[in-house]
């Protein structure tokens, strides 16, 4: 018996049935991993099911069937995208196989995988254009017109450029079963003043404390000022919906979607760009500026080093880059 040796103030709690004990855990367990992951891990177990029906092999997740699982999607699907979909397998099927950890790990899994990446690890990677300033001052040629929509349209991409945002963070899913109101943005949290403007960005799957972040973004001395752009989006907003709590809403009082927005950049810009390339261009562009490597990855909220793939791939970014350090 375990006998505490100092007291304590502890709150007054009644038990708990084990029906609404399940039932909270089930509660906080279906909160654990974001919707879109769910739904994105759902269509890789799908694949798994289906390649376990076309082989009449059983679905247990034995490092046999997984190596082999892993050899008939590399020749089906993009190699680099095996390991999301056997972390998205073993993530659904733990609840029934608990041993899918280690059976994903073992040795003739990760050989077959690195077996395979050396194999036709040597296809060229297809990434869109990063976004240039020389590109936005064409957007801004194209949309700079009164039509509140264009002036949404410039806004979250000059937002998104400046602050090295995800489009996906500012606009909607065009799935609407990923569409989640804990990611919207609201117009109660923006704040305008002399030189920069915040708000608020709400709860993503990156964010580890779960209490939001604040972007701030400061004006700039030229014709594509994000905060002349915000300025005249929230009077336009504010005009038309002053009774909606939305941040972002096109002209038919609707938070735009992803397609909404890349449509309208390859309308101007073709399409080599993406909803990505926003995010790419305003890290190449801080790299190009000499901001150090550190800071990049702390303004777009990197967890890891995985930006400096495209961005020190670049041979005048990687130019710039030695040279600012060697100044330093």
């Not at 082999?68 to 998205?88: D, E, K, P, Q, T």
């Not at 029934?96 to 077996?115: S, W």
């Not at 590109?135 to 929509?149: A, R, T």
């Not at 960005?201 to 004006?219: A, C, E, Q, W, Y």
């Amino acid at each position: 018996m375990i006998v505490a040796t100092t007291e304590s103030w502890q709150p007054q709690c009644a038990a708990w049935t084990l029906e609404r004990l399940v039932h909270e855990r089930a509660i906080a367990l279906g909160h654990s991993i974001d919707l879109s992951s769910t739904l994105t891990y759902n269509s890789h177990l799908q694949s798994y099911l289906m390649f376990c029906k076309l082989h009449k092999h059983p679905i247990d997740p034995t490092p046999e069937t997984l190596s082999f699982y892993v050899v008939f999607m590399c020749h089906h699907i993009n190699l680099r995208s095996i390991a999301a979909y056997l972390s998205g397998i073993c993530n659904t099927l733990e609840p029934h196989f608990e041993d899918v950890q280690k059976a994903r790990m073992h040795p003739i899994v990760t050989c077959t995988l690195n077996g395979m990446k050396k194999m036709w690890g040597n296809i060229a990677v297809k990434r869109k254009r990063a976004l240039t300033s020389s590109d936005l001052d064409v957007l801004f040629d194209h949309y700079n017109s009164g039509e509140h929509d264009n002036i949404l349209f410039l806004t979250i991409a000059l937002t998104c450029f400046h602050a090295l945002l995800h489009l996906g963070e500012m606009t909607h899913p065009d799935t609407k079963l990923k569409h989640s109101c804990k990611k919207i943005s609201w117009r109660h949290t923006l704040h305008l003043h002399t030189d920069h403007f915040t708000y608020l960005l709400p709860f993503h799957k990156g964010d580890r404390f779960f209490d939001g972040n604040t972007v701030l973004i400061m004006s700039h001395p030229t014709c594509t000022c994000p905060l002349m752009m915000m300025r005249r989006y929230v009077k336009s907003r504010d005009a038309k919906f002053s009774l909606l709590p939305e941040l972002w809403l096109t002209s038919h009082s609707c938070i735009p979607t992803y397609s909404w927005f890349v449509a309208k950049l390859h309308a101007v810009l073709g399409s080599g760009m993406a909803g990505h390339s926003l995010r790419s261009g305003g890290a190449t562009a801080l790299a190009i500026a000499g901001v150090s490597d550190d800071h990049i990855q702390a303004a777009g909220q990197w967890v890891s080093d995985s930006f400096r793939v495209y961005i020190r791939r670049h041979p005048m970014l990687l130019n710039a880059l030695i040279h600012s350090q060697s100044t330093q």
